[in-house]
């Protein structure tokens, strides 16, 4: 079976910080992975999809990117509306990522 | 714009089963062009992909882990599909999320989510 790991599982960061984010593919699956973030107690929120294309309305200090099988988010400068948890999916079987959790440093 | 509704029991007895509906507005359905999927989040951890169903109502994909107790309908007359998932245990408690997308792509409309509980 596809596994996605990913990485790190908690960043404490601080406002302003460069912050990535990996999820690596076991094998070579699609090349399609889409990033959510999750806020407590709400539905998550599609950021990216089609591993690097920005959801309409989502800031551009988020970014994504691929090498091989390694997938990538970047938030630039952190801001204080990004501390939340964050998923990678991909395509192939609609699995996520164990998920990141972004808090304050 | 798409939003979704879940709906259904919060509490469900163990070996029962689960049924959950999502109600769409701001679409049909069986558009061409829709994929409807359930997700889940057992209390402190992270998402679980369950399944989802395509706009013609017959194709359908689940998760392995889920594939021998679960089933994904649509309900093109009311507007809505459903979640059921058979035999449940303590396992399966979590909060239900519906959403959608384009078939083949990212989950770009959630709903809120709903809190499912499996006690006796």
């Known amino acids: 079976d596809i596994q996605m790991t990913q990485s790190p599982s908690t960043v404490s960061a601080s406002l302003g910080d460069r912050v990535t984010i990996t999820c690596r593919a076991s094998q070579t699956i699609s090349p399609w992975v889409a990033w959510y973030q999750q806020k407590p107690g709400k539905a998550p929120k599609l950021l990216i999809y089609?591993?690097?294309t920005l959801q309409r309305g989502v800031p551009s200090r988020f970014s994504a990117s691929v090498s091989g099988t390694e997938f990538t988010l970047t938030i630039s400068s952190l801001q204080p509306d990004d501390f939340a948890t964050y998923y990678c999916?991909?395509?192939?079987?609609?699995?996520f990522g164990g998920g990141t959790k972004v808090d304050i440093k | 714009q798409v939003q979704l509704q879940e709906s259904g029991s919060g509490l469900v007895k163990p070996s029962e089963t689960l049924y959950l509906t999502c109600d769409v507005s701001?679409?049909?359905?069986?558009?061409?062009?829709?994929?409807w999927s359930w997700i889940r989040q057992p209390p402190g951890k992270g998402l679980e992909w369950i399944g989802y169903i395509y706009f013609d109502g017959v194709t359908t994909n689940y998760n392995p882990s889920l594939k021998n107790r679960v089933g994904i309908s649509i309900d093109r007359f009311k507007n809505y599909f459903s979640l059921t998932l058979s035999s449940v245990t303590a396992a399966d408690t979590a909060v239900y999320f519906c959403?959608?997308?384009?078939?083949?792509?990212?989950?770009?409309?959630w709903g809120q989510g709903t809190m499912v509980t499996v006690s006796s």
């Open positions: 089609q591993t690097s």
């Open positions: 959403a959608g997308g384009g078939p083949g792509d990212a989950f770009d409309v």
């Open positions: 999916q991909q395509y192939s079987t609609y699995l």
């Open positions: 701001g679409a049909s359905v069986g558009s061409a062009g829709f994929s």
